[in-house]
């Protein structure tokens, strides 16, 4: 252990902008990877077949690092509020995507604190990791004490509720460890009785073949019929099990990062306008946003759907 690197490790988290940090004892994760394993044969995972390919990391971090002794999990405040769609002509777009691509800004804050480490602790070895990396980050995040897995499967934190993105520094070093969080959802499942799809299965389990996330992100090709009328307006993502959470409406507050508030109009985008976007445009204008994962043909896809399914409800 090394109490001292370890609080300043988390001083200079905070100075980078993170809201949250929390250390993990690297171990091997036996009855997560059991919950995973389930969940894959239950076919939740939809088409993210990189999941079945990458099970292996996902449970050893060793894989990842070899050596590895440490998880720094970092959260990061997204929480911005704007008007949101009420009418025929817009639709619904996830808070996430509303601005810059979080994988970007979150990444660069997490090389910086690697930097540093490395710097005051000559010959550290790390690997940083942002949702792209094959590593159970919410588990990660409540071994560290970040937050708790709530049943709608997103990390909650008692301070700000779920609009945190995580990310990871794994190290080959010892620190000192942080008690892991407590699963504060009680008897709640306002999450479970909000989702229009009933994509969450039973608590803290979802399946992404009923996910809108999923269906409008994700899934390449026509949406089944079946969830076409339950998508709700919903162009990119949903927030519907995150907007009904008691932590939300009771801790959320303004994220300090700018570069998560709208840009442009990506709260609030008009259906036909969109709509008309060419394959270059969609190329220029979500450069550097998350809403370019679905690609041109997603986009329009699901704004096809937005149209003829009309308005979208008011939250």
Partial sequence: MN???THSIKSMARELGFSHVGVARVKQLEAEAERLALWLTRGYHASMEWM??????RIYPQELLPGAKSIVSVGMNYYCDAPQPNGTSTARVSR???????????????????QFICNAAPGTRGRTCVD??????KVWAQRAGVG??????????????SWVFLGEIILDIELAYDDSAVDRCGTCTACIKACPTRAIV????????????????????????????????WIFGCDICQDVCPWNSKFSRPATAQEFYPLSDHA???????????????????????????KH???MRNLALARRTHQPTQQ
């Fill in 96 to 114: 996430y995507a509303w601005g810059m691509d979080y994988h970007d800004i979150v990444k660069v804050r997490l090389e910086r604190l690697l």
């Fill in 148 to 161: 708790w897995i709530g049943k709608h499967s997103n990390i909650i934190t008692r301070d700000l509720g």
């Fill in 268 to 294: 609030t985008p008009d259906v036909g306008a969109w709509s008309r976007m060419t394959p270059t445009e969609f190329g220029h204008k979500f450069q550097k946003s998350p809403i370019r994962r679905t």
């Fill in 52 to 57: 079945v390919r990458n099970f292996q990391n």
């Fill in 202 to 233: 039973e608590p803290y389990v979802v399946d992404s073949n009923r996910c809108i996330s999923y269906l409008t992100i994700e899934h390449r090709g026509n949406i089944p019929e079946k969830m076409v009328d339950q998508l709700g307006g």
């Fill in 297 to 299: 043909t997603g986009l």
């Fill in 3 to 5: 109490p001292s690197l």
């Fill in 132 to 137: 792209t990396g094959p590593v159970m980050e």
